[in-house]
């Protein structure tokens, strides 16, 4: 069963950087596409980007590609979420998910294409 726990959220200025992590404590999310998305205050969930289970493709929302990196290490179980320059409109609780079905050839953006999902992390970008 996939268990993500999200970490390495925080409190930063405009401009700096940030490293989400998101460990699977279920070892078992090797097999399938990976995302993140974000909730701001008063906003429904977003897609931010997405990585295939092999980390071949990937897939970013139009406000943070150039400046969001996916990458994924299967062998740590682990998903991670580099976001460079940042923006107060960033700040938002931030989930990982596990697609639904594994070695999807593509990288998910649906929401309902992932079947389990963090608890959330924190991240607020003062201006």
């Known amino acids: 069963q996939v268990r993500l726990v999200e970490s390495g959220g925080g409190l930063v200025q405009t401009g700096d950087s940030l490293r989400l992590s998101c460990a699977d404590s279920?070892?078992?999310?090797?097999?399938?596409?990976m995302g993140w998305f974000r909730q701001a205050p008063g906003k429904e969930r977003e897609f931010v980007a997405s990585?295939?289970?092999?980390?071949?493709?990937?897939e970013y929302a139009d406000s943070v590609r150039g400046r969001f990196t996916i990458s994924r290490v299967n062998t740590e179980n682990t998903l991670y979420l580099q976001m460079k320059s940042l923006r107060p409109e960033d700040t938002a609780v931030y989930y990982c998910?596990?697609?639904?079905?594994?070695?999807?050839?593509?990288?998910?953006?649906?929401?309902?294409?992932?079947?389990?999902w963090g608890q959330g992390t924190q991240v607020t970008v003062s201006s």
């Open positions: 990585i295939t289970w092999n980390g071949a493709n990937t």
């Open positions: 279920g070892r078992t999310s090797s097999s399938t596409a």
């Open positions: 998910a596990a697609g639904r079905r594994p070695y999807t050839a593509l990288a998910l953006r649906a929401a309902d294409s992932f079947g389990s």
